[in-house]
């Protein structure tokens, strides 16, 4: 199956006294879609080219990465072996659906997964295969190639529109989304803010990775951009990660459940909903107003209904 050409664009009128519009990454044709179809899409044309027959990679029983690409490996008929931290494994649906397309799975202590990977990937080698390697979340140059794709189908939908986003925001983690967005803004010499919210980590830290990636990827292409310009166009924000990976206070469930009963969109607590949500606060306290918002929703739709299995009583929103 191929990938659509174009993921939609909707516009949700006004909110917050902006136009807000939504880019239905969750809506990519596999396996409930989001940004990790969009980057394994690529890999496993680079696996396929590669002729390997073969996949590993690295994720906790939640991840979405490891969902989608257990699937697009069962869906070729090449095995997958994912190796995760014992100590974020528990029951999800990501986890139930790697388990249904018969990925292989090894839990060991966080501190042994690097070890891990390689003792697994050159045992495979002496067993006869070609195995191929994707790292945590779909992130390196592959990855970031997929959100340049995505930023030139938003410019398209601009130039088609007639209108111009000034604002771009999404649920940044390992930040190779952020990295191709930034990419592809930095390639067509666009005047608009890119803004990453963080879902865990802090700064420097998390922004220094996405800089690293964009560094990596624009060295790939042998494109030469000023560090200056790459430092202007790479906003990341830390201060709407609440307690970190996966926490969800008060205000972010108000936020899921308001966009779920107004707009019919479904948000999870670890990545949409807390970068919706920071993305409200951040309008706010900026005051930002009458300007064209694109929001990108990056998937994660099995993560929603986890999080409607945990929640035991639904607060009636104002
Ligand atoms: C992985 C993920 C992200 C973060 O993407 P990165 O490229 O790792 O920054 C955002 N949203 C969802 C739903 C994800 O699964």
């Known amino acids: 199956m191929e990938i659509l050409n174009f993921i939609p664009i909707y516009n949700m009128g006004i909110c917050l006294e902006n136009n807000i519009y939504i880019k239905r990454e969750d809506l990519l044709p596999f396996s409930f879609g989001g940004n990790k179809a969009r980057k394994a899409f690529l890999f496993f044309e680079d696996i396929e080219k590669g002729q390997y027959d073969y996949v590993v990679t690295y994720g906790t029983s939640s991840s979405n990465h490891c969902r989608v690409v257990s699937n697009m490996a069962a869906s070729r008929d090449i095995p997958c072996l994912i190796i995760g931290p014992e100590e974020k494994s528990q029951m999800t649906y990501n986890l139930k659906m790697m388990d249904l397309f018969g990925a292989k799975q090894i839990y060991v202590p966080v501190q042994e997964v690097h ?10 080698k002496k067993n ?8 945590g979340g779909g992130h390196g140059n592959i990855g970031t190639q997929a959100y340049v794709n995505c930023y030139q189908e938003i410019c398209e939908f601009e130039k088609e529109n007639g209108l111009h986003f000034d604002y771009i925001f999404f649920a940044s983690g390992t930040g190779t989304t952020q990295a191709g967005l930034v990419c592809g803004q930095l390639l067509n010499h666009d005047k608009r803010k890119i803004i990453g919210i963080s879902i865990a980590r802090k700064n420097p830290r998390g922004r220094n990775v ?5 560094r990596s990827y624009l060295k790939y292409c042998n494109i030469d951009i000023s560090e200056k ?8 924000l830390d201060q709407y990660t609440d307690e970190g990976y996966g926490s969800q206070n008060d205000e972010i469930q108000r936020t899921i459940h308001d966009v779920l009963i107004r707009y019919g969109i479904p948000l999870d607590p670890t990545y949409t909903g807390k970068a919706f949500y920071g993305m409200q606060e951040y309008l706010k306290t900026e005051k930002i107003s009458g300007r064209n918002i694109l929001f990108i929703h990056t998937g994660g739709t099995p993560l929603f209904f986890d999080y409607l299995n945990m929640v035991t009583e639904f607060k009636i929103i104002s």
Do not use: C, K
């Open 115 to 124: 070890d891990r990977i390689e003792a697994e990937m050159e045992q495979l």
């Open 128 to 135: 006869g295969y070609h195995p191929y390697f994707i790292e």
């Open 210 to 214: 996405v800089l690293e990636s964009i």
């Open 229 to 236: 310009d790459i430092e202007n166009a790479t906003i990341f």
